[in-house]
């Protein structure tokens, strides 16, 4: 029996679900769920990585213990997957795997004393006892080497974390060591086979990576030093490395080293896996986790495929403090699943980063699934509905009618069979490629092409004609059969929409079993009543939900200001009121008359420029105003006070691209010089400023004109 087997990472147990975690999570969950529709038996897992110093850190700040910090953020987790229908009870992960599960320190511990007594490719012991000294993050758990740290701005203070920003802790002790040095050419000839690591691009990475040299690996800390983990075999003293527990729950999760389990479950049955990975963390996946297998002699995954990383809309990373992530709770307040699931797909070309924000997110949604999708659906039932009595008509077009069938622009059922056989079998191919994007532009070209047919045939014109009845009746069927291939199709994407379609059609076998291959044109049977129409996906509002999202994102804000004004009231210091009504609103530039018309070289008057804000902050006692700094690709940012203080919140603005007026007079306001003006749109009747800015990335300094 064929079966199947997808992991995503176990998640840190130190930070709270993310874009990124619900992301992974998303692509696992299409890749098993198309499985099992293809009748492979699948295991889904998900998890979290509990060990090591950042828990036992976090652990300590909250007052908590390890295991009750572990456990607060697994319910996180826990709360998300079922929010986005991840979770078991709606067909998606098999196991939630947890490192503190007493089979998986029992299986781990089997793979430690493997290692312990193999030898290297080189015929060297693969483990051995020595020295580590070097910079740690505790964040990452891994030691950085010189080009993956920040080093410090004066003598004396250790360096920084790239990734995390975080100061490094300086670790020297004995440790134990794997001799990844020797495991070089053994993993190139793994990286041969063109499937093992995924994409290409991160296939050429990690080689690259390889070929230059390793580096053999502290996978030891001392007990003194790291508690919260599992012990070393026979050496109690030594706590394991957390990347060599977290990795293997991959194998002690299906029943490696425990029985229970393997009954259970079934490593035999189930192993090798393909683990799907965020590129962030390839390395771990690619290098360290093959050489272990290497050493204790298990069989390699299947494959390591890695995707990239959401960047906002203008392509910049997310961060907190430029204020651009998305946010999980306001994904799952405003949005379908369904939706966020066909986002997350189409939007991101698989192995590349993916621009991803809410605005975007709602115009997809309308484009593709309420007027695209959901439209089909509506229109061709409620036709079926009206010139049908509610019933599947016959598709079938008899020799006298055929001429004015294909005059109406009725496709030959021949035709439309080849086509949509075509199409599944390329969705399937692109699936299997893991190019989501791809397949759903396949299965879209079929919507436009239905869509064009119904617009030329005019149904509602047909249905004015009795000698028009079978070919009326052949286009209402060609839609509704078409529909039901793309529930089949569409169902590892959208596995609620897939369902309410087929539902709609009047059909009662699970769309979820289906074999997307075994799909067959005509297999839907004329006579079958129809339920109830509903839209699929209802249109999203865009200015209204945007405005409540800005309002849900701002009560946030609000509460942070509140917190930050009871501190300085602790600290003596009063909140201060905006003394004048000196209107200091530089971002007004929006209203600009139209009553007259000005020459060309009147504008070329203006020097607009693009500027990127470097810093961001309040005035004392001026509530309406920022000082801003932008570097409009001078030697020296130029200095602006914007009267945008109660809109936008200093640090969303840092690293934003705005236009300036360069060539502005200078002009003081409060005591500070302003050395030109940003646009800014103003919006509604208390002329609510909205920054101008680029969709596209844009070099400091260029004019506009
Ligand atoms: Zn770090």
Redesign the pocket.
């Given at each position: 029996m064929k079966t199947f087997y997808v992991t995503t990472p176990i998640y840190y147990a130190n930070s709270l679900p993310h874009l990124g975690h619900l992301y992974t999570m998303i692509v696992a969950d299409t890749i098993a769920r198309s499985k099992r529709q293809q009748g492979i038996e699948t295991f889904f897992l998900t998890g979290t990585d509990e060990h090591g110093i950042n828990i036992e850190r976090a652990a300590q700040k909250n007052n908590r213990t390890p295991q009750e910090q572990a456990d607060y953020v697994v319910n996180y987790f826990k709360k998300m997957t079922e929010a986005f229908g991840l979770d078991t009870a709606h067909g998606g992960y098999d196991i939630f795997m947890r490192t503190t599960e007493p089979f998986h320190s029992e299986g781990v511990s089997e793979v430690w004393r493997r290692v312990a007594k193999a030898k290297t490719p080189k015929g060297r012991d693969a483990l051995y006892k020595g020295h580590y000294e070097g910079w740690f993050?505790?964040?990452?758990?891994?030691y950085?080497t010189e080009d993956?740290?920040a080093k410090p701005t004066s003598e004396g203070e250790p360096p920084t974390?790239?990734?995390?920003?975080?100061k490094?802790d300086r670790v020297s002790e004995e440790s134990y060591f794997f001799r990844l040095s020797d495991y070089d050419e053994a993993l190139l000839n793994l990286y041969e086979s063109a499937d093992f690591v995924r994409p290409e691009s991160r296939r050429n990475e990690v080689k690259s990576f390889v070929a230059g040299g390793l580096q053999d690996l502290s996978v030891s800390r001392l007990h003194s030093s790291v508690s919260w983990g599992v012990p070393v075999p026979g050496d109690p003293n030594h706590t394991m490395y957390v990347w060599f527990d977290a990795l293997t729950n991959y194998i002690t999760a299906i029943g490696f080293g425990n029985e229970q389990q393997e009954k259970k479950v079934g490593f035999e049955k189930f192993w090798p896996a393909l683990h799907m990975v965020g590129k962030d963390i390839l390395r771990f996946h690619a290098v360290y986790w093959p050489a272990f297998l290497l050493a204790a002699g298990i069989e390699q995954p299947r494959a390591i495929v890695a995707h990239g990383m959401w960047v906002d809309p203008s392509g910049r990373k997310m961060s907190k403090t430029l204020g651009n992530t998305i946010e999980l709770d306001v994904l799952n307040k405003f949005f379908p699943v369904d939706a966020i699931r066909y986002f997350c797909l189409r939007e991101m070309v698989f192995g590349q980063d993916g621009r991803f924000g809410y605005e975007n997110l709602i115009d997809r949604t309308n484009s593709d699934l309420a007027s695209g999708l959901g439209n089909l659906s509506s229109r061709t039932l409620t036709m079926i509905q009206r010139y049908c009595n509610g019933r599947i008509p016959a598709g079938a077009i008899t020799d006298e009618n055929r001429l004015a069938a294909k005059r109406a622009g009725v496709e030959d059922e021949t035709a439309i069979a080849d086509v949509l056989g075509h199409a599944r079998d390329e969705f399937i191919r692109y699936f299997d490629e893991f190019a989501f994007s791809r397949a759903l532009e396949e299965a879209w070209a079929i919507v436009a092409r239905v869509d064009k047919m119904i617009s030329e045939a005019t149904p509602w014109d047909l249905a004015k004609d009795p000698n028009q009845q079978q070919t009326l009746n052949a286009v209402l069927y060609r839609a509704a059969e078409t529909l039901r291939w793309l529930g089949v199709m569409l169902y590892p994407v959208m596995p609620t929409a897939a369902r309410e379609i087929h539902q709609q059609l009047g059909l009662t076998d699970d769309v979820g079993r289906i074999d997307a291959r075994g799909l067959r044109w005509g297999d839907l049977k004329e006579g079958v009543q129809i339920q109830e129409v509903k839209p699929l996906f209802p249109r999203i509002d865009k200015a209204k939900t945007m405005e409540e999202i800005r309002e849900q994102k701002s009560e946030v804000g609000e509460q942070k200001s509140e917190v930050r004004s009871q501190e300085s009231e602790k600290q003596g210091s009063r909140p201060v009121e905006e003394g004048s009504g000196q209107h200091a609103t530089e971002a007004d530039a929006g209203a600009v008359g139209v009553a007259n018309f000005i020459d060309i070289a009147d504008f070329a008057k203006v020097e607009l420029r693009v500027g990127e804000v470097r810093t961001a902050g309040r005035i004392p006692k001026a509530d309406k105003l920022l000082l801003i700094t932008v570097d409009i690709g001078e030697e020296k940012p130029r200095q602006i006070l914007a009267g945008i203080a109660q809109y936008y919140e200093p640090e969303s603005l840092v690293g934003r691209k705005i236009v300036v007026v360069a060539n502005l007079k200078p002009r003081k306001l409060r005591g500070y010089e302003s050395q030109g003006m940003l646009l800014a749109a103003s919006v509604g009747e208390e002329g609510k400023p909205v920054i101008a800015t680029f969709a596209e990335d844009v070099p400091n300094g260029a004019r506009l004109k």
């Open positions: 993050c505790a964040a990452c758990a891994a950085k993956e740290y974390c790239l990734i995390h920003e975080t490094l």
